[in-house]
């Protein structure tokens, strides 16, 4: 039929008409095949777009199959696609997530896992650009979107962007609520709130939170082979320590913690918080938060404690962290007692890196990295990225995490300091003091009513973790050796 309307319209059209007649019966064969191939070069790519809705796959092959990480010896073999889940969706959850890199990581994982049990249709989320970092990073800059979107389409339904007709322009008012942290999942099915519990989750559920985490949220590609490329660097150069020195700016300002800093850098500090009103703005006395174990442990701190584990001088140490407030000076001690200090800017050519400057998430995301493969990892400060860490570390079979006693170092280093401890009882001290905190298996520590307090879900997932953590009383793991 179109053929033949084609052949029509060529037939009636006065450029033809003063032509003789084979001339325009070439041109009429001509221009009918011409237009018969557009015709089907559309309807092909009509077909292929609909079975790109259905079947993403098909064509484009797994696109989860990038190579793999520097640092796993074998290759897994690329799982069949999966089905996508057939269910009514109950409407659109837009989710803003705020802070760092892995508090933003946790918010993603909570927020799949909301769907999914609303059977709402997830849109990509958006990532802060208002805190103190102000990164102008988006979801995609950060994790592969295809990766995250396919990897989880037998269990929720997850779009880039909420469809137009949905919009305020087209008379559609979204619900916009304000976070309530930390609530049960029972809350979620009455009204959609902020963070789930750590704990009173089912099965299924915490289950989901750890397929998301550990394996959904990938980051790009790009991030990944910088990462790996960091990654192989170190390990030339023998096993490492990662050190996570949380003794930045934004962190000392934040906590109002200030022990070693001069008269004018506390007030600098101060000035800073002051100046950021979603900040505390009430008065900290630093000494009486830091006898709490509140606060970072600062790099002079760091520099005993890792000696008084007996970790040696030729210790290979890379520090995980931003600018450390103070710069080479507050480092200065640390690197004395460990002159083998490495960080992504010694490691890297200024031009890998110049792709990530200014984006403060895709460099954590690199020291995420860093740490996650480490042989020895230690936080000097329990934030998201120190908790988030240590779940992967976890997950990856209980590779050796420092959960540091804050509260009990300083008053350990301020004995010392006093001179009442000796080095050998100070160093004594430490290492009974971490015997069992080295992250070997163990249940979640669970405080009634009080979340904020109890053990963080992503640093210890223990319903998703390979090894057996459910009796009652789990003995610790034997002790570890300290030094690398």
């Given at each position: 039929m179109e053929a033949a309307r084609l052949e029509k319209s060529v037939e009636k059209s006065p450029a033809m008409q003063g032509l003789p007649a084979m001339q325009r019966t070439r041109l009429q064969v001509w221009f009918i095949r011409v237009c018969s191939s557009i015709l089907i070069w559309t309807c092909l790519v009509q077909l292929v777009a609909v079975g790109e809705l259905w079947h993403p796959r098909l064509l484009t092959g797994n696109p989860g199959s990038e190579k793999m990480s520097a640092h796993q010896e074998k290759s897994l073999?690329?799982?069949p696609p999966l089905a996508a889940r057939n269910y009514t969706s109950?409407?659109?959850?837009k989710v803003s997530c705020n802070g760092g890199?892995?508090?933003m990581r946790s918010a993603i994982c909570d927020m799949v896992t909301i769907a999914r049990l609303l059977n709402l249709t997830l849109v990509v989320p958006k990532l802060d650009k208002t805190s103190f970092w102000a990164d102008p990073s988006n979801f995609e800059d950060i994790f592969d979107v295809e990766h995250f979107i396919n990897s989880l389409r037998d269990e929720v339904r997850i779009v880039k962007r909420l469809p137009k007709r949905f919009g305020r322009r087209y008379g559609y008012q979204p619900l916009v609520k304000a976070p309530v942290s930390w609530s049960n999942e029972q809350y979620y099915l009455q009204q959609v709130h902020s963070r789930l519990a750590n704990n009173g989750i089912s099965l299924e559920l915490q289950k989901l939170r750890c397929r998301v985490n550990f394996q959904a949220l990938k980051f790009t590609p790009q991030i990944e082979s910088l990462g790996n490329k960091l990654v192989s660097i170190i390990q030339q150069k023998g096993p490492y320590l990662a050190l996570h020195l949380r003794y930045e700016m934004d962190m000392?300002?934040?906590?109002?913690?200030?022990?070693?800093?001069t008269e004018e850098e506390a007030e600098e500090l101060k000035r800073m918080r002051y100046a950021f009103p979603w900040w505390r703005e009430k008065e900290i006395v630093s000494e009486e938060k830091r006898s709490r174990g509140l606060c970072p442990l600062t790099p002079e701190e760091m520099a005993l404690i890792l000696q008084a584990l007996d970790f040696s001088r030729d210790t290979q140490i890379y520090i995980a962290s931003g600018e450390i407030y103070g710069s080479e000076r507050r480092l200065a001690a640390l690197r004395d007692a460990f002159p083998r200090i490495v960080k992504?800017?010694?490691?890297?050519?200024?031009?890998?890196?110049?792709?990530?400057?200014?984006?403060?998430?895709?460099?954590?995301?690199?020291?995420?990295m860093v740490s996650v493969a480490s042989d020895i990892f230690i936080p000097t400060y329990d934030g998201n990225m120190a908790r988030v860490v240590e779940g992967h570390r976890r997950y990856l079979g209980f590779k050796k995490t420092f959960q540091l006693d804050r509260?009990?170092?300083?008053?350990?280093l301020d004995l010392h300091h006093n001179r009442t401890l000796s080095w050998?009882?100070?160093?004594?001290?430490?290492?009974?003091?971490?015997?069992?905190?080295?992250?070997?298996?163990?249940?979640?520590?669970?405080?009634?009513?009080k979340p904020k307090e109890e053990e963080y879900f992503y640093a210890n997932?223990?319903?998703c973790l390979r090894e057996a953590t459910s009796c009652a009383n789990l003995s610790p793991v034997g002790n570890a050796t300290m030094s690398l």
């Open positions: 073999p690329t799982p109950n409407g659109f959850l890199l892995n508090q000392l300002a934040f906590s109002g913690c200030t022990h070693g800093c992504k800017e010694m490691l890297l050519d200024p031009e890998d890196l110049r792709q990530f400057q200014n984006h403060s998430s895709q460099m954590a995301a690199l020291d995420f509260r009990r170092l300083v008053e350990l050998d009882e100070f160093s004594a001290a430490v290492r009974l003091a971490h015997e069992t905190k080295m992250g070997q298996p163990s249940l979640r520590r669970v405080i009634a009513d997932p223990q319903e």
